[in-house]
């Protein structure tokens, strides 16, 4: 359930960055799509929170272990709590007047969140069978949440620099965007963090 868990966060950011290419290219219809796919896995994520931390209670697994389970599935709920609220934004913003650059601004964003994604489900996958690769893979995490946080930087700026061009609740929810974005960075690199914790106390004799 933990492992599917973690499958389904990774669809949430696939699908935000799905809503958010379509949003450059202008097909409302799609981006709308992937919202509501995203939303519906963002629920069997709540589900799947409450029925493992239900598994684990009634469990026979050392104290330990399930600690680090439910901290790990704690760390992904949040960061798909993240990426809806990040999409909620985009939708929204389908009805305003965005520069085409903010979007691919957005886009390239979003690119490097799924790669982020991606990059910690190999992570947590090497935790138990090869600990060095796991390390190192949450240390690539550290690179890529670090081109995240530039690209926050430049869209603050390119936001500032738009403002004059846009309505006061269009800025809004652009700044809404790009701090959820980050927030969904910022989780993906708390769990990672969680990772190297783990391989290091699993290397302890």
């Known amino acids: 359930m933990a492992d599917r868990q973690m499958t389904l966060a990774i669809d949430t950011v696939i699908e935000l960055e799905k809503s958010i290419n379509a949003a450059l290219s202008g097909n409302k219809g799609k981006a709308l799509a992937s919202f509501e796919k995203l939303s519906k896995v963002e629920h069997e994520i709540d589900e799947l929170r409450r029925t493992v931390f239900e598994e684990l209670t009634r469990g026979s697994l050392?104290?330990?272990d399930r600690e680090d389970i439910?901290?790990?599935v704690k760390r992904l709920d949040?960061?798909?709590?993240?990426?809806?609220?990040?999409?909620r934004a985009v939708i929204l913003l389908l009805e305003a007047a965005v520069l085409k650059e903010l979007w691919e601004q957005f886009a390239q964003t979003?690119?490097?969140l799924v790669v982020c994604a991606i990059t910690l489900r190999k992570a947590i996958e090497n935790l138990g069978t090869n600990p060095a690769k796991a390390m190192e893979l949450a240390k690539q995490i550290d690179k890529i949440e670090g081109q995240v946080d530039e690209k926050y930087l430049k869209s603050k700026a390119m936001l500032l620099e738009h403002a004059k061009d846009m309505d006061a609740a269009t800025i809004m929810l652009l700044k809404d965007l790009i701090e959820e974005m980050e927030h969904v960075a910022d989780a993906c690199d708390d769990t990672a963090d969680y990772v190297r914790i783990l391989t290091v106390s699993r290397e302890t004799p």
């Open 78 to 87: 949040e960061m798909a709590d993240h990426v809806k609220d990040a999409s």
């Open 62 to 64: 050392l104290s330990k």
């Open 110 to 112: 979003a690119k490097d």
């Open 70 to 72: 439910m901290h790990l």
